[in-house]
């Protein structure tokens, strides 16, 4: 009778814990690999007013706004998707922004990351790579971030680390595809 009723327990429990596990439902993680392979974004969010009028004054966006045919006075938000990243911890949203639309290259874009703080978006990295990823190690308190580009017979990673401002090289290495 005894194992009769901690059978009936043990079933019970794994019956429960079953059930909260399929009630429960977790949040989906944040993207931390972006593609040049994909079209945009996989987590978007919007871009606020302040991040829009940096990308505004980037070189590369400035001049694909003055070869439009007309020429714009404000790029097109097609041209970009956004999501939101935690370089610095839980309590604090960054962005990654990616290039779409007019901006894409063949097999590269380009990326610009933001920190999102109180004070205004602050543009801590910007540059061209066929992929960005936010590594979970930490410099300075934010997360590395790598850009790997290649060729047809070389891979291009760069390792960045945060140092206190922007985003700096730590390692800048090529090697051959085999």
Request: net charge negative; glycine share 6%; charged share 20%.
């Amino acid at each position: 009778m005894r194992e009769t009723v901690l059978l009936a327990v043990a079933y019970l429990s794994v019956g429960s814990v079953m059930a909260l596990g399929q009630t429960k439902r977790s949040l989906p993680s944040e993207q931390t690999h972006f593609s040049a392979e994909d079209e945009a974004v996989k987590r978007p969010t919007a871009i606020p007013a302040d991040v829009m009028a940096q990308l505004t004054q980037d070189s590369y966006v400035r001049q694909a706004m003055e070869n439009g045919d007309p020429p714009l006075k404000q790029p097109p938000a097609s041209w970009f998707s956004a999501s939101v990243v935690h370089l610095g911890g839980a309590d604090e949203k960054d962005l990654v922004v990616m290039a779409e639309g007019e901006l894409r290259g063949a097999n590269v874009v380009n990326y610009w990351v933001f920190r999102l703080l109180p004070g205004g978006a602050q543009l801590v990295l910007n540059g061209p790579a066929h992929d960005l990823m936010v590594l979970k190690s930490r410099w300075n308190g934010l997360c590395k971030i790598e850009l790997e580009s290649a060729t047809a017979i070389k891979l291009h990673t760069v390792i960045l680390r945060f140092d206190g401002n922007r985003y700096a090289i730590f390692s800048d290495k090529w090697e051959d595809i085999k």
